[in-house]
T-cell receptor, first 114, second 116 residues
Framework: AQSVTQLDSQVPVFEEAPVELRCNYS??????LFWYVQYPNQGLQLLLK??????LVKGINGFEAEFNKSQTSFHLRKPSVHISDTAEYFC????????????FGGGTRLMVKP | DTGVSQDPRHKITKRGQNVTFRCDPI?????LYWYRQTLGQGPEFLTY????????KSRLLSDRFSAERPKGSFSTLEIQRTEQGDSAMYLC??????????????FGPGTRLTVL
């Protein structure tokens, strides 16, 4: 079984400041890793994913994340946030060849202030 | 719009009533997933179809819940004898299926259920 922990339920930050949203996971098998964003009253949108290869992955809207296998982490970063980045962010994992379900963390609400 | 659609977007019902939600996946996607998201939590997997076959079911899917995908296209999720604890956002997602081990899941906007 897999589990995902997002250490911060809310992250307030000023516009144009950098931000890091933390994600740690637990799994007995190798997993794919994802970050999704959810704007109010909308479905989930994929920000970025780690499948294999380079541990630094870049996604949409200027976000990037780094996979750290030894620390079982996949933290999301953005060097300069915008008001429009205010949303809920979810980290998720899916095992390689063992089912198709995504296991999500509890989410982090990013609140960007002017 | 060629994305995943869900209907209705909002449903308010009284405890004990039955409700049914519909999901229309992206047309060429043969895999379809249902998730439930309660307030302040991440989505939790409920069930998954490949074409018309229901291949995985979560323990969260009690016997009051039933999902179908009769023709391998749209899917319905029915909840019988609703309880207040069923209040949640019900999300549908779809993906391609095939030899590739990874296929991105595309999510619909969800159906928000409120049980009074």
């Amino acid at each position: 079984a897999q589990s995902v922990t997002q250490l911060d339920s809310q992250v307030p930050v000023f516009e144009e400041a950098p931000v890091e949203l933390r994600c740690n996971y637990s799994s007995s098998v190798s997993v794919y890793l994802f970050w999704y964003v959810q704007y109010p009253n909308q479905g989930l949108q994929l920000l970025l994913k780690y499948l294999s290869g380079s541990t630094l992955v870049k996604g949409i809207n200027g976000f990037e994340a780094e996979f750290n296998k030894s620390q079982t982490s996949f933290h999301l970063r953005k060097p300069s946030v915008h008001i429009s980045d205010t949303a809920e962010y979810f980290c998720a994992v899916r095992p390689f060849n063992a089912g198709n379900m995504l296991t999500f963390g509890g989410g982090t609400r990013l609140m960007v202030k002017p | 719009d060629t994305g995943v659609s869900q209907d209705p977007r909002h449903k308010i019902t009284k405890r004990g009533q039955n409700v049914t939600f519909r999901c229309d996946p992206i047309s060429e996607h043969n895999r379809l997933y249902w998730y439930r998201q309660t307030l302040g939590q991440g989505p939790e997997f409920l069930t998954y179809f490949q074409n018309e076959a229901q291949l995985e079911k979560s323990r969260l899917l009690s016997d009051r819940f039933s999902a179908e995908r009769p023709k391998g296209s749209f899917s319905t999720l029915e909840i019988q004898r609703t309880e207040q604890g069923d209040s949640a956002m019900y999300l549908c997602a779809s993906s391609l299926g095939g030899l590739s081990s990874y296929n991105e899941q595309f999510f619909g906007p969800g159906t928000r259920l409120t049980v009074l």
